[in-house]
């Protein structure tokens, strides 16, 4: 009995370690990601098929967000009755609606605040590393041995200015919470620096659109949410430097990326193709064409996978730009499940919104509801879901945040 016992916890610790580990490589390395996945995977088979999936069915009763996001993930496998994609693309969406059952699988192991915590510090562990490279970069001091992207011009380190940006801009977001929960004079004067570097980091350094829109609206968020005076007082000085750093330095990515963005929307024409270098056009053309193929199948759309098939038949003949994916979440959703998926995808992201409240301290629903802004800001102009990096964040921070808390052991921070 004991030795079954002491399996059960190794498994179990086996577990959160590679959870904790997966948190520090996703900003890092896609290919190290799936490995860790993959350990993960095998032993939460050997750990949780010993108890007929006891524990997940108590996630599933007691946790609304696990719930919400294995309806998702449900009708990715309904999709396959009638979907008319390739076997490769077939793979890629289930894996795709997997992450949103991974949620709930991570969530048994996060249930103690130990776990949890040890999580969220990995990432932020991560982002310090990456904070660090990225300005070694703008001062080309970076050491040969580190593979880096990026260049003194747009500092991206591992992967992409797109998914540097996104991580880079939750980072300044946790930062910015923990600064506001710290205890002690010196913790919080060492998170407002972190949350400092990296919102100069984010906003200034690397032309990610997406992370400079996340950020402002985090910080929007930030501020306003404790209603008091001083923290209003903090959002306009915080907007008063920025506007500051912006006319002192105005070749910044944040300026000229919002330019061109600007410039690219007026030159876009309706019913004509996008030229392949306007980034900004190539959204707004795949955006209503999208929109026509979910007019076609407004109910149950054209099943999983099937985005790419569905929309080169639609612009056959055409000059218009072929893509496997619209840049766009709740897009993807309508042309692949319809109403019902977008419904669904809203429905996630509304009980995550709400379930947050339910959190018991002021801090934790903060950085609830701060993913839940992260990923919808993300979902409505990319398609960070389908992406390697961005969907594990997303689903590892989702399990993390909103872990079930009538089985949590209360905290002490």
Not at 104 to 131: C, Q
Not at 138 to 152: D, E
Request: glycine share 6%; proline share 3%.
């Amino acid at each position: 009995m004991n030795n079954k016992l002491l399996s059960h916890m190794n498994l179990s610790k086996i577990c959160s370690a590679a959870l904790a580990l997966l948190a520090f490589i996703i900003p890092v390395s896609t290919a190290a990601s799936y490995m860790v996945l993959g350990i993960f995977l095998l032993f939460w088979i050997l750990d949780n098929f010993k108890k007929s999936l006891k524990e997940l069915a108590v996630i599933l009763k007691s946790n609304p967000v696990a719930m919400a996001g294995c309806a998702f993930f449900l009708i990715h496998i309904a999709g396959l009755s009638y979907t008319h994609a390739g076997q490769e693309k077939i793979f890629e969406s289930i894996q795709n609606g997997g992450k949103f059952l991974f949620i709930t699988m991570a969530m048994i192991y996060l249930k103690e605040e130990k776990n949890n915590r040890a999580v969220l510090m990995s990432f932020i562990g991560a982002m310090g590393l990456v904070l660090a490279l990225s300005y070694l970069i703008r001062i080309s001091m970076v050491p040969h041995f580190i593979p880096v992207k990026g260049n003194p011009l747009d500092c991206y380190v591992f992967h992409d200015h797109i998914k540097h940006n996104t991580f880079m801009a939750f980072t300044v977001f946790v930062t910015a919470v923990l600064a506001k929960s710290a205890i002690t004079r010196k913790a919080r004067f060492l998170w407002s620096g972190f949350s400092c570097l990296a919102l100069i980091n984010v906003l200034f350094m690397v032309n990610g659109r997406t992370g400079h829109l996340i950020t402002l609206i985090l910080l929007t968020y930030y501020f306003f949410s404790w209603s008091n005076r001083k923290s209003i007082a903090g959002f306009f000085i915080t907007c008063l430097c920025m506007g500051l750093l912006i006319w002192i330095y105005p070749s910044n990515p944040l300026l000229t990326r919002a330019c061109i963005a600007v410039n690219e929307i007026k030159a876009w024409n309706y019913g004509e193709p996008a030229s392949v270098s306007s980034s900004s056009g190539l959204r707004l053309e795949l955006y209503t064409n999208s929109l026509k193929l979910i007019k076609k199948r407004p109910f149950i759309g054209t099943g999983t996978g099937s985005f790419q098939t569905a929309y080169s038949e639609l612009i056959k003949g055409t000059r218009f730009n072929r893509s496997d994916n619209p840049h766009n979440e709740f897009l993807m959703a309508g042309v692949q499940f319809g109403l019902v998926g977008i419904l669904i995808l809203l429905y996630f992201f509304t009980i995550q919104w709400w379930y947050a409240a339910s959190l018991k301290k002021k801090a934790r629903i903060l950085l609830a509801r701060g993913l839940v802004l992260t990923i919808m800001t993300a979902c409505m102009i990319a398609s960070p879901l389908q992406d390697s990096a961005e969907g594990w964040f997303f689903a590892l921070m989702s399990a993390t945040l909103f872990a079930p808390q009538t089985i949590r052991q209360e905290d002490s921070d």
